[in-house]
């Protein structure tokens, strides 16, 4: 796997996992600071870097969000290019039933975080890092009503539940 340390693209390139039962807030919110954050460095610095975003799924089957918004997926961990920033929004419910139909994506991490690339897990997808082993020896955090689960199923985690 390349090194992310030696690209000199002139774009960063951003990946969002999309999965069924994910919270669409924690898809959108991340995107839309996103650019408002390139808008501003662009608004200062015409030499700053610009964003390339996708959403990376599993297959590129629709996504119904909760909120009744489909969601499609651009490309699979197969066909997605390397990224140097992979953010994971929020799980609904319970975790577990999602992470079981998503092999790919968490191996897909895996490799990624083995090239150098930067994961953030928002809420109860930090399930997501957990499960791939990343979190291991490591604190995390995730939503106060997975907290104890969270716990039981990652014991090697170093969970801190009062950090938001």
């Known amino acids: 796997m390349p090194n992310l340390n030696q690209k000199t693209s002139k774009n960063i390139k951003v990946s969002l996992l999309v999965y069924q039962h994910m919270l669409a807030t924690s898809l959108t919110l991340p995107v839309e600071m996103l650019r408002a954050g390139e808008a501003f460095a662009l608004s200062h610095n015409k ?19 909760r909120a009744g918004i489909n969601i499609m ?11 140097e920033l992979i953010i994971v929004p929020s799980i609904w419910r319970n975790p ?43 604190p995390a955090t995730t939503h106060w009503h997975y907290a ?16 938001f």
Do not use: M
């Open 96 to 138: 577990r039933p999602v992470l079981r139909k998503h092999p790919k994506l968490i191996s897909w991490l895996n490799n990624l975080w083995a090239g150098g690339s930067t994961l953030i897990g928002v809420g109860t997808g930090n399930c997501f890092l957990a499960e791939s082993g990343l979190l291991n020896g490591l």
């Open 73 to 83: 997926a651009e490309c699979t961990p197969e066909s997605a290019e390397i990224s």
């Open 47 to 65: 030499n700053s870097k610009s964003l390339s975003i996708e959403l990376v799924g599993e297959d590129l089957k629709p996504i119904k969000s």
């Open 148 to 163: 104890e689960q969270f716990r039981r199923d990652y014991p090697k985690v170093d969970l801190k539940p009062d950090f």
